[in-house]
C-alpha cells in the first residue's frame, strides 16, 4: 500500500520546485540571456563559473523534488543540505560583487525552505527524529 502524502511534503516540494525556478532564473541571469532581472547579477567576474554552480543547484533541486514528491526518505536531508548550500551560494555571489536585490529571491525561498524543513511534522512525516 502507498504511503499517504501529507500538505506539508506537498508544500515542501512546492517550494524546493519554486528553489529550482529561482536558480535556473539566477542561471540565465549569469549568462545573461535573461533581459529582465532584480539586480546586477556578477561572479567575481566569472559569470560562467556562478552561472555552472547555479545551474548545478537547478538540477539538483530539480532531483529533490522528485525525491520529496515520492516521499523519499533522505528526501528531507537532500533538500535541507541544499537549501543550506543555496543560501551560501547567495551570499557568496553578494560577496562576489551581485546586488542583494538580484540574490534575494534566492535567499528567502533557501530561508524558507531550511526552516520549514526544521518543523517537527515535516521531520515526522519523513520519520526523522
Known amino acids: 500500500m502507498p504511503k499517504s502524502r501529507p500538505f506539508g511534503v506537498t508544500l515542501l516540494a512546492i517550494l524546493a520546485g519554486i528553489g529550482a525556478v529561482v536558480a535556473i532564473w ?6 545573461r540571456i535573461n533581459l529582465v ?3 546586477v547579477h556578477n561572479f567575481f567576474g ?6 555552472i554552480l547555479w545551474g548545478v543547484l537547478a538540477l539538483i533541486y530539480i532531483w529533490v523534488v522528485r525525491m520529496l514528491w515520492n516521499m523519499d526518505p533522505q528526501g ?8 543550506a548550500l543555496n543560501l551560501i551560494l547567495a551570499i557568496v555571489s ?5 546586488s542583494l536585490e538580484a540574490e534575494l529571491p534566492a535567499i528567502v525561498i533557501s ?9 517537527s511534522g515535516v521531520k515526522k512525516a519523513f520519520g526523522v527524529a
Do not use: D, E, H
Request: no cysteine; glycine share 14%; net charge positive.
Open 111 to 119: 530561508g524558507l525552505i531550511l526552516l520549514y524543513t526544521q518543523l
Open 26 to 31: 539566477a542561471t540565465l541571469q549569469m549568462l
Open 94 to 98: 553578494v560577496l562576489g560583487k551581485s
Open 37 to 39: 532581472g532584480f539586480g
Open 76 to 83: 528531507w536531508l537532500f533538500v535541507s543540505a541544499l537549501s
Open 46 to 51: 566569472a559569470n560562467w563559473l556562478g552561472a
